[in-house]
């Protein structure tokens, strides 16, 4: 069975999402016959390369909310990732455009690296504060994944997989997805969102129940 995943480095869903999803295929029973791929998807391809501003400010503009508001939200989101065991750090968080992260994904999908690429990459950005747009913090992930330094460092100087990212981005779009993360098994049965485990184990289940029927046709 294969599953296709559409995230964006910059969304705390995301990692959340990751989490439950790896939770429930560690315990399918036919874990061992699944793919899973890793898509880019960016929620604001406009955002600068670096912002001088928070997190809190950068989505309070952008939302239209109140500042106070998004750090409820913040409250919220943070709960939710304890409850997977993520430790998110609001005012630590570096907002930067997402798409060099998302290149190094691509390298890193070459060579077979990328679930620990996509790892590190949300936990740098939302448990350590790292900048995801800067080229050494970005050399340093991808080494520590097992990524040649050299090649890391051609493609951020020459933007190769730029055009591979937005391939992800356009078959998102084809595809009807609008917002991620979104998990879509067998290209038959999507879920959205960063749901439940037992969603995802019950989609697991009848996602493999479903291709084996048409199997035994």
């Known amino acids: 069975m294969n599953i296709d995943i559409w995230s964006d480095i910059a969304c705390p869903w995301c990692y959340i999402g990751k989490r439950r999803f790896e939770k429930a295929l560690a315990a399918f029973p036919h874990r061992d016959e699944v793919t899973v791929a890793w898509h880019s998807f960016q929620l604001d391809p406009s955002l600068p390369a670096h912002y001088d501003g928070t997190e809190a400010q950068y989505l309070s503009t952008r939302k239209g909310m109140p500042e106070e508001q998004v750090r409820q939200m913040f409250a919220h989101v943070r709960e939710q990732a304890a409850g997977e065991g993520l430790d998110?750090?609001?005012?630590?968080?570096?907002?930067?455009?997402?798409?060099?992260?998302?290149?190094?994904?691509?390298?890193?999908?070459?060579?077979?690296?990328?679930?620990?690429?996509?790892?590190?990459?949300?936990?740098?950005?939302?448990?350590?504060?790292?900048?995801?747009?800067?080229?050494?913090?970005?050399?340093?992930?991808?080494?520590?994944?097992?990524?040649?330094?050299?090649?890391?460092?051609?493609?951020?100087?020459?933007?190769?997989?730029?055009?591979?990212?937005?391939?992800?981005?356009?078959?998102?779009?084809?595809?009807?997805?609008?917002?991620?993360?979104?998990?879509?098994?067998?290209?038959?049965?999507?879920?959205?969102?960063?749901?439940?485990?037992?969603?995802?184990?019950?989609?697991?289940?009848?996602?493999w129940q479903a291709s084996h029927e048409d199997a035994r046709k």
């Open 88 to 207: 998110y750090d609001f005012d630590s968080l570096v907002v930067a455009n997402s798409v060099r992260g998302h290149q190094l994904l691509h390298l890193a999908k070459e060579q077979g690296l990328a679930g620990e690429v996509k790892e590190a990459l949300l936990s740098a950005h939302f448990e350590h504060g790292t900048d995801i747009g800067d080229t050494e913090a970005l050399v340093r992930i991808g080494v520590r994944a097992g990524l040649d330094e050299q090649a890391v460092r051609d493609e951020l100087a020459s933007g190769s997989r730029i055009r591979a990212v937005e391939a992800d981005i356009d078959e998102a779009a084809a595809l009807g997805i609008r917002s991620v993360p979104t998990f879509v098994l067998d290209m038959t049965f999507a879920v959205s969102g960063a749901q439940p485990v037992e969603v995802f184990t019950a989609a697991l289940d009848r996602a």
